[in-house]
């Protein structure tokens, strides 16, 4: 399990999450994007920081990650 540092958020109500993404993690315009809860609403993450690194950009943690998907708990 990876578990990452949330550094730089916001409030993004103007995205539409498709059906079988309510459950993962996506990136979208240089952020990463949880959904929560209802069809519009999702969490945009612009920084996070893995444990005893330095805090990075969404973007570069996405590189980072090789086509493998993040799945919310």
Known sequence: MLQLK?????VCQDVEIQDGEQDYVTFKKGSLVFPCGRRYTALEVLEV????KKAITAAAFW?????Q????L
């Not at 590189?63 to 086509?67: A, F, S």
Request: aromatic residues 0%; without cysteine.
């Open 49 to 52: 920081q893995l444990p005893g």
């Open 6 to 10: 949330i550094i730089t958020t916001r």
């Open 63 to 67: 590189n980072g990650l090789r086509g």
């Open 69 to 72: 998907k993040l799945k919310k």
